[in-house]
């Protein structure tokens, strides 16, 4: 679609296989988990940004940073996930409580509640691009499907089907690597079509389904 409303709702299109396109639009926020991450662990995410020391004293994954949410729970705050303000702040941590009180919300005072702050604020995002993508092209849609890293992300995709009331459909890991994979063997005839290929890639791997909590 190239309508005046998709450039206003920053929605594009992506060339895919067999000329096919995807109506793109991109939002950030998985890039505030990371500099969250990254900032806790004393890594200087941004070159030329202010270094930060390490916030605990063991190196913090992302399963962690879940387990934090958990124990925040029901702290509850938003932000704008697209706001320029959260390209490359000196410290996400503290840009996430600026724009809570800038709003007048409650401001996160522990990592975990933080970390809540940016999900619930990915929730929302992503419920509000859904209904836009409705009205957009008329469409109704049953579902989610999540892939790539982010998949594995059991706090987000939670949350995700907790905003949208969609049920989540998580995997696979490797989307890139699995698409590239197929569109080689649909040349090479391993595969009678691209539904032949899909129908394949359902059956080869877990992709786990998560639904609205009542």
Known sequence: MTTAESYEQNFTNEGGFEFRFRYLKNIMGLWMNQSVRREIN???YVEGKTAHKAMLDHKVGFDELCDLCREAEPFEAYVDVQDDRFLAPD?????IKRACADCGQPVPQTIGEAMRTIYCSMGARYAKSIEGLRALTGNDYTSIN???????????????????GLPVFAGPIEGTSIGNLIVQMIAGGEFASLQDARDCVARSFDVKRVDPQP
């Open 42 to 44: 004393g890594v200087d």
């Open 91 to 95: 410290s996400m941590i503290d840009e």
């Open 146 to 164: 999540i892939m790539g890293g982010g998949c594995q992300d059991y706090y987000l995709n939670q949350m995700t089907a907790d905003a949208t």
